[in-house]
């Protein structure tokens, strides 16, 4: 068990619907990172956020937004789902930028 | 920018035998490197990971790995596999300094079989 809770383990819903994925991460972890991983992309990163702060975006569509609320917890918005839009979705905390990254069991979006 | 090639998308080996994952790295800047488990239907574990010093680095369950920096490489070994080996493995680069978003590579399936 790494400490990182994400919930819901599995997610089915269909196109252009919206969801929501959360991630708590470890105790006194500070950053959480968002990673999406697709048999056709393969392990891609999202975002970052550090203490409530976005610090650092990667392949992240405009259809998906983050945030880090106040208890550090952090929540992935997806919304005008796609089919393509399938695929495990990773949160990962570190207690600070630069040191070892926890992931969590990771979220099983499926839309159909 | 950082980028990862994973060479062998699956290694088949018989149980016991040695086994080496290979790994080679793209980066323009001073990287960290690591090796990434995923079991089936489970997140991903951390095995090992270079940061500075000793290029020779032990992880967990046997496996070391060793940072060659003159072939940008960091290829994963294990002397003696074992089936609940049996599993991907994702080399990954970050950079030193920054925001130390992690670069995955496409993962090494490991199966292993008696």
């Known amino acids: 068990d790494s400490g990182v809770t994400q919930t819901p383990k599995h997610l089915i819903t269909a196109t252009g619907q919206r969801v929501t994925l959360r991630c708590s991460p470890r105790?006194?972890?500070?950053?959480v990172y968002w990673y999406q991983q697709s048999l056709d992309q393969g392990l891609q990163f999202l975002i970052q956020y550090y203490n409530g702060e976005e610090r650092a975006k990667g392949n992240i569509l405009e259809r998906f937004s983050a945030q880090q609320f106040p208890d550090l917890h952090s929540e992935l918005n997806l919304s005008s789902l796609e089919l393509g839009d399938s695929a495990l979705y990773f949160c990962?905390?570190?207690?600070?930028?630069?040191?070892?990254?926890?992931f969590g069991q990771g979220t099983r979006l499926t839309v159909v | 920018a950082q980028s990862v090639t994973q060479l062998d998308s699956q290694v088949p080996v018989f149980e016991e035998a040695p086994v080496e994952l290979r790994c080679n790295y793209s980066s323009s800047v001073s990287v960290y490197l690591f090796w990434y488990v995923q079991y089936p239907n489970q997140g991903l574990q951390l095995l090992l990971k270079?940061?500075?010093?000793?290029?020779l680095v032990k992880g967990i369950n046997g496996f070391e790995a060793e940072f060659n920096k003159s072939q940008t490489s960091f290829h994963l070994r294990k002397p003696s596999v074992h089936i609940s080996d049996t599993a991907e493995y994702f080399c990954?680069?970050?950079?030193?300094?920054?925001?130390?978003?992690?670069?995955f590579g496409t993962g090494t399936r490991l199966l292993v079989s008696p």
């Open positions: 270079y940061l500075s010093g000793s290029t």
């Open positions: 990962a905390s570190s207690v600070q930028q630069g040191t070892e990254a926890f």
């Open positions: 105790s006194g972890d500070l950053s």
């Open positions: 990954a680069v970050s950079e030193s300094t920054g925001f130390q978003k992690l670069v």
